[in-house]
């Protein structure tokens, strides 16, 4: 299933740093080795439809989460990060996709029966509760 790695970085210069530039031209090459490509590289939004969207993001696909953890963890990647990380802030996190058959539909009736079976257990302790507040049961 494929995977991603996410960042929403806030660049803090009008001109990125030479590090940053460095980065920038090394960054492909840790990447191949595990089928990474980007999807969105340091575009800033175009339209925030809702909420705020400071900083810039980056979207990188990887063919499953497997590859996409290898790279985060391999030394060619990590000898890269400082070049970035010391000058331009942000969050980075790796996340599932979802299969090519996902169906949120189904996802909703899951989330509402495991409601229903949480509410139910939290509803029967209430009672239970009860029962012993007035000496029955």
Known sequence: MTAYALANLHPNAAAPHEDVLVYIERVQATLDPFGGRFLVHGAPHREVLEGEWPGALVMIGFPTYEAARAWYDS???????????????????????????????????????????????????????????????
Request: no cysteine; net charge negative; hydrophobic share 35%.
């Open 75 to 137: 030394e060619p990647y990590q000898a890269l990060i400082p070049l970035r990380a010391r000058h331009i802030p942000g969050d980075v996190l790796l996340i599932d996709g979802v299969p090519e058959d996902y169906d949120p539909a189904t996802t909703a009736a899951a989330m509402r029966a495991a409601g229903a079976a949480t509410r139910a257990t939290r509803d029967e302790g209430e009672e239970d509760g009860q029962e012993s507040a007035t000496g029955k049961g």
